[in-house]
């Protein structure tokens, strides 16, 4: 079994993300890559798929958006997981799923998908990103969810350990 994760990710937080999911399922013996999503030139060889994106204004990033292009037949005959970063506070804002979600599910009929609260540090902010934030009164902190991302990611592994509901390798 050999899974990819590609991930998109602005300023690192949703790249820590799949960091996590990818150390989760590695330790149910699967073997994992993990890459950004622009550096994926083929998904022969693969058996799934788990991709996930930092959200932007609801959107997924243009590079995620870029790798469903390229890669949407051989993502539609295999299984899929996907994942969201980006609301931020306690209460998550904004509230709801991105738009792209919805897209997405329709497009691929993942096996699963999750929004993860996200990261947002001021420093790490370009000039028109921190007015941006303080436009929104984004909140400023780490409000990424561990336990869950963790959790989540077994339950990928468990559904990888059982192959007789996956389909063969693209």
Not at 116 to 143: K, Q
Request: glycine share 6%; charged share 25%; aromatic share 8%.
């Amino acid at each position: 079994m050999k899974v990819l994760i590609a991930v998109a990710s602005k300023h690192g937080s949703t790249h820590e993300i799949a960091e996590a999911i990818a150390e989760e399922v590695r330790q149910a013996a699967v073997t994992v890559d993990l890459h950004e999503v622009e550096m994926v030139d083929s998904l022969i060889g693969y058996d799934a798929v788990v991709l996930g994106s930092a959200i932007y204004a609801g959107e997924w990033l243009p590079e995620a958006n870029d790798f469903v292009e390229r890669f949407d037949a051989a993502l539609r005959r295999m299984p899929v997981w996907l994942f969201s970063s980006g609301p931020l506070g306690e209460p998550a804002i904004p509230r709801g799923e991105p738009r792209a979600a919805e897209r997405l599910l329709a497009r691929l009929l993942p096996r699963d998908y999750r929004s993860f609260a996200g990261r947002l540090e001021r420093d790490r902010l370009g000039l028109v990103e921190r007015s941006i934030a303080n436009v929104t009164h984004a909140p400023y902190g780490d409000f990424r969810d561990w336990p869950a991302i963790r959790a989540w990611a077994r339950g990928i592994a468990a559904a990888l350990a059982d192959p007789v509901h996956l389909p063969a390798s693209v």
